[in-house]
């Protein structure tokens, strides 16, 4: 039955796009999950699709079909159901790393015993869990089959964090080099046991986010879903308030709200989430670039400015998207054509109604009947005679314009983000160092290589420094060193550029007790940066209930008081 309604979905031209990349994402969690990876799909669609519908539905009921309206509501539903979907998806993904933690402990358990590791992978895969027993299949085969480069480098890529790149890359190495003792001490065995702890550590991490976020992505929706209700009961206690919430002024206040908590609500996500982007590659981009003169005319723009988008492209490779700079520009210039037509639209319909909102009626003394109604005729002659001006096109080319440069601004964001996990790199890459650094025979270029392999912020700086090498020789690894700013990475290019006067061993003599250091600057680091995100999230979080409660509440009313209060003096005069 699931399976059924799988292809269903994924057949279907707008559901496919979202069915796939949460089936790969699956994949990612389950490889070689058959069958199981399609059914995990179909539940959580399910479930995301219940709540958006149950949303939709209640919005709709309480609020009406207009246009204007309808684009608010469509756009929550749309971050109700990446919250469900990001929240499963996370759950996923914690679970796995606990298995993964008790797997690690079985590795190192059966590893005491015989010292091979693909065998204790083999062990401890008997009596693994679902879901990390599939990864431990897919970790004992590529040790045990093809040391391909590119096996290798799969295996990286698709591994669902950096902790099973790290694992992989520890076991392959005690295979092709063996393990060594040091101070009376394994090096694989030691290695494990702060990868366990690394682990650990991110599960506690984890869960205190999700304790600190507890709500707020609710609390930050929570107002579009006020709105309706309190213009019903506003105008059941002053009828008179129906020209304001039925008029361009609610139309726009209810714009806003929405905006507001969209905006709010992928902050928060964004703070509160770090699962990988469900990027693809994508078709549709594709099919519109084989069009002769659309890609003609990207060409062009990059012919035109070849030094600026050569630099767009390689912030999109450090930010780790997947597409490459033309799929960018051509997605650019849809959401901004998209944005400005929607703009257009919604000024469009806020003029239509302001051209049909009837004359208010309101109960006067008869003194002031005649300053009422002359009133009320002129405000109603003004709202006919709006038309579509200057600065409405103004604002819909503003709103081109953020859209436009909405993906630009993200890529640097995602770039920063991932600067930002520069220290956790450097603490990967010193696990791997202890390890090689006492094997006989090991060299700068071989160290490299295996660094390489699951580098992310660093991996342009080796790669060009690898190639380098060749041909420059030591002298690659000074222009490596200028290359980076980050003191941590600085102190390993030294240690590197050392391995020409010293024995590698000695050349990183200090480098167990370094990353004992950044480990606990990162704990406390990551404690830290949790309680921000979480001031923040709670800071912003309100920030739509206060719109909502200005300009559905307060503005109203006061605004209302005081339109009366000019009537009855005017009436008195």
């Given at each position: 039955?699931?399976?059924?309604?799988?292809?269903?979905?994924?057949?279907?031209?707008?559901?496919?796009?979202?069915?796939?990349?949460?089936?790969?994402?699956?994949?990612?969690?389950?490889?070689?999950?058959?069958?199981?990876?399609?059914?995990?799909?179909?539940?959580?669609?399910?479930?995301?699709?219940?709540?958006?519908?149950?949303?939709?539905?209640?919005?709709?009921?309480?609020?009406?079909?207009?246009?204007?309206?309808?684009?608010?509501?469509?756009?929550?539903?749309?971050?109700?159901?990446?919250?469900?979907?990001?929240?499963?998806?996370?759950?996923?993904?914690?679970?796995?790393?606990?298995?993964?933690?008790?797997?690690?402990?079985?590795?190192?358990?059966?590893?005491?015993?015989?010292?091979?590791?693909?065998?204790?992978?083999?062990?401890?895969?008997?009596?693994?869990?679902?879901?990390?027993?599939?990864?431990?299949?897919?970790?004992?085969?590529?040790?045990?089959?093809?040391?391909?480069?590119?096996?290798?480098?799969?295996?990286?890529?698709?591994?669902?964090?950096?902790?099973?790149?790290?694992?992989?890359?520890?076991?392959?190495?005690?295979?092709?080099?063996?393990?060594?003792?040091?101070?009376?001490?394994?090096?694989?065995?030691?290695?494990?046991?702060?990868?366990?702890?690394?682990?650990?550590?991110?599960?506690?991490?984890?869960?205190?986010?999700?304790?600190?976020?507890?709500?707020?992505?609710?609390?930050?929706?929570?107002?579009?879903?006020?709105?309706?209700?309190?213009?019903?009961?506003?105008?059941?206690?002053?009828?008179?308030?129906?020209?304001?919430?039925?008029?361009?002024?609610?139309?726009?206040?209810?714009?806003?709200?929405?905006?507001?908590?969209?905006?709010?609500?992928?902050?928060?996500?964004?703070?509160?989430?770090?699962?990988?982007?469900?990027?693809?590659?994508?078709?549709?981009?594709?099919?519109?670039?084989?069009?002769?003169?659309?890609?003609?005319?990207?060409?062009?723009?990059?012919?035109?400015?070849?030094?600026?988008?050569?630099?767009?492209?390689?912030?999109?490779?450090?930010?780790?998207?997947?597409?490459?700079?033309?799929?960018?520009?051509?997605?650019?210039?849809?959401?901004?054509?998209?944005?400005?037509?929607?703009?257009?639209?919604?000024?469009?319909?806020?003029?239509?109604?302001?051209?049909?909102?009837?004359?208010?009626?309101?109960?006067?003394?008869?003194?002031?009947?005649?300053?009422?109604?002359?009133?009320?005729?002129?405000?109603?002659?003004?709202?006919?005679?709006?038309?579509?001006?200057?600065?409405?096109?103004?604002?819909?080319?503003?709103?081109?314009?953020?859209?436009?440069?909405?993906?630009?601004?993200?890529?640097?964001?995602?770039?920063?983000?991932?600067?930002?996990?520069?220290?956790?790199?450097?603490?990967r890459f010193q696990a791997v160092i202890i390890v090689l650094m006492h094997m006989d025979g090991m060299s700068v270029e071989v160290m490299l290589s295996h660094l390489e392999e699951f580098a992310m912020a660093f991996r342009n700086t080796i790669a060009k420094t690898l190639d380098a090498m060749d041909y420059e020789g030591m002298a690659a690894l000074e222009k490596m060193r200028e290359r980076e700013s980050f003191m941590p990475f600085i102190r390993l290019a030294d240690a590197f550029i050392a391995c020409d006067?010293?024995?590698?061993?000695?050349?990183?003599?200090?480098?167990?007790?370094?990353?004992?250091?950044?480990?606990?600057?990162?704990?406390?680091?990551?404690?830290?940066?949790?309680?921000?995100?979480?001031?923040?999230?709670?800071?912003?979080?309100?920030?739509?209930?206060?719109?909502?409660?200005?300009?559905?509440?307060?503005?109203?009313?006061?605004?209302?008081?005081?339109?009366?209060?000019?009537?009855?003096?005017?009436?008195?005069?």
């Open positions: 039955m699931k399976s059924s309604l799988y292809h269903f979905l994924e057949s279907n031209p707008l559901t496919s796009g979202y069915t796939v990349r949460i089936r790969k994402r699956m994949e990612i969690y389950r490889p070689n999950g058959g069958r199981e990876n399609l059914d995990r799909t179909v539940d959580i669609l399910l479930a995301a699709w219940a709540g958006s519908g149950a949303a939709f539905a209640f919005l709709v009921y309480f609020g009406g079909l207009s246009f204007a309206y309808l684009c608010g509501v469509i756009c929550i539903l749309f971050a109700v159901n990446m919250n469900e979907v990001y929240r499963r998806l996370e759950k996923e993904e914690i679970k796995l790393l606990k298995q993964f933690e008790k797997f690690i402990a079985d590795v190192r358990f059966h590893f005491g015993f015989h010292g091979i590791a693909e065998e204790s992978v083999l062990e401890a895969l008997e009596d693994a869990e679902r879901e990390i027993g599939l990864h431990a299949e897919v970790i004992y085969r590529r040790l045990t089959e093809s040391r391909e480069e590119k096996d290798k480098e799969n295996a990286m890529q698709n591994a669902p964090n950096h902790y099973f790149g790290t694992f992989y890359l520890l076991c392959e190495t005690v295979m092709k080099y063996g393990d060594r003792k040091v101070d009376g001490k394994s090096l694989f065995l030691t290695n494990l046991s702060c990868l366990k702890q690394e682990i650990n550590m991110e599960v506690l991490r984890r869960r205190k986010l999700e304790h600190l976020f507890s709500g707020l992505i609710g609390i930050s929706l929570m107002p579009v879903f006020a709105i309706k209700p309190l213009e019903k009961w506003a105008v059941g206690n002053m009828g008179e308030m129906s020209a304001y919430y039925e008029g361009k002024m609610g139309i726009i206040t209810t714009l806003a709200i929405c905006g507001a908590s969209l905006g709010v609500c992928f902050t928060i996500h964004k703070l509160r989430y770090e699962t990988r982007p469900l990027y693809r590659e994508s078709r549709t981009l594709n099919r519109i670039l084989g069009i002769r003169s659309i890609n003609s005319w990207i060409t062009g723009r990059i012919n035109r400015n070849y030094a600026r988008y050569k630099k767009w492209s390689e912030d999109l490779k450090e930010a780790g998207q997947v597409e490459n700079i033309k799929e960018f520009m051509l997605r650019q210039a849809l959401l901004g054509a998209a944005a400005f037509v929607l703009t257009v639209l919604l000024i469009a319909d806020i003029q239509q109604t302001g051209r049909h909102q009837k004359a208010p009626e309101m109960e006067v003394p008869y003194e002031a009947a005649a300053a009422v109604e002359e009133t009320a005729i002129e405000s109603f002659a003004e709202d006919r005679e709006i038309t579509f001006r200057w600065y409405d096109l103004l604002a819909a080319a503003a709103a081109g314009a953020a859209a436009y440069w909405w993906p630009w601004f993200w890529v640097q964001i995602r770039k920063r983000m991932l600067m930002m996990e520069r220290e956790q790199e450097v603490i006067r010293l024995p590698v061993h000695e050349a990183f003599d200090e480098i167990a007790s370094d990353r004992n250091y950044y480990l606990e600057k990162y704990r406390q680091e990551s404690e830290s940066l949790a309680m921000d995100k979480a001031a923040v999230g709670r800071v912003i979080g309100f920030i739509p209930m206060y719109i909502t409660i200005g300009c559905k509440l307060v503005i109203p009313f006061v605004l209302e008081g005081l339109n009366k209060l000019s009537v009855y003096a005017g009436g008195i005069r």
